[in-house]
C-alpha cells in the first residue's frame, strides 16, 4: 500500500561491528517511527533506550521432554536411548535436564511406563515499550530456547500494527548479526537493508555472505563502514569489492572511544557527543536514506 511504513533493517555480518550503536543513533534522529529490535538472541538496544514497558506477553520456544516421577519406573531405556545426554541419574531417579534436551521426543516413544511427555516452553518474551524517542517493539529467546527466527517475524507484525496506530513513516529494525533463521526473518519483505561492516578481513568475508543472503529476497542494499580508520587499506578493498557489486557505501565513521562513554552511560551517540564529527556523518548517513526513501 502506497502509505505503508518504510521498513530499514540494519544488519551485520559478523557480531560487534557497532549495529545496534548506529540504529539507536538514527532513533534519535527519525521522527513518526517505530523501532524493532529482532536480535532476540542477544538483545540489548533496550539498554541504550531505557523503555518503559506497557505490556509483556510470553512467546512459545521448543518443546522438551518431561519425565512424570509418579508413572517412571527407573528402568533407564531413556537415557540408554538418548544421544543428546540429556537424561541423568539423581538420587536414583531418572531426570531430564531441560536446556539440554533437544526435544526430539525419542525417550517419550521408547518409555514402557508412558512416563514421559513433550511440554512446549513458554519462556520466550515479547515486549511492548515507549522510549524517549518513540515507540519500541522487541523481544527476548529464554536459554536454550527455540523459534528465534518466529518471535522476529511476530515482532515485525506488531511492529507494523504499531506504525499503522501511529501514522509512522519508518519502521527502523535493529536485526541480528549473521545469516541465521532470525537474520532471514527479519529481511524477508522488508523495504531496505543496511550492513554494518567494519575494516578486517573477517569483516569483509561475513559482509559477502551476508550479500548474498539478502540478494535472494532481492531487497536493495546499502553498506555503512565504521570505524573505517583504523585499517583505511582494508576499507578501500572493501569498497572497492562493493563497488564491482553495484553496493553502495552510505558512508564511513570514524573510530572514538566516546562511543563507549556513551553506551554505558545508557545514552545514543547524537546525545552524548552533540557536536561531534561522527554524529554529523550519522545524520547525513540518516538524511541520506530519508531521501532515498522520498521522505523529508
Known sequence: MENDPIEI?????????????ITAAFAAMAKDFVIADCDVDAADLHLILQPELYHEESYPGGTKSVIDPDRCSDCGICMDMCRFNAVGLINGHYSIDEYACEGCGLCNMACPEDAIRSVTNENNNLYFSNCRFGPFIYGMVGIAEENSGRLVSRIREEAKKKAREEKATIILVDGPPGIGCPAISSVTGSDMVVAVTEPTKSGWHDLQRLIEMIERFHTKIFVIMNKYDLNESMSDTIEEGLKEKNIPVLGKLLYDEQVIHALISGKTIPEYMKEHPLTHE????????????HYK
Open 9 to 21: 533493517v540494519i544488519l551485520s555480518g559478523k557480531g560487534g561491528t557497532g549495529k545496534t550503536s
Open 282 to 293: 550519522l545524520q547525513r548517513i540518516w538524511n541520506k536514506l530519508l531521501k532515498i526513501n
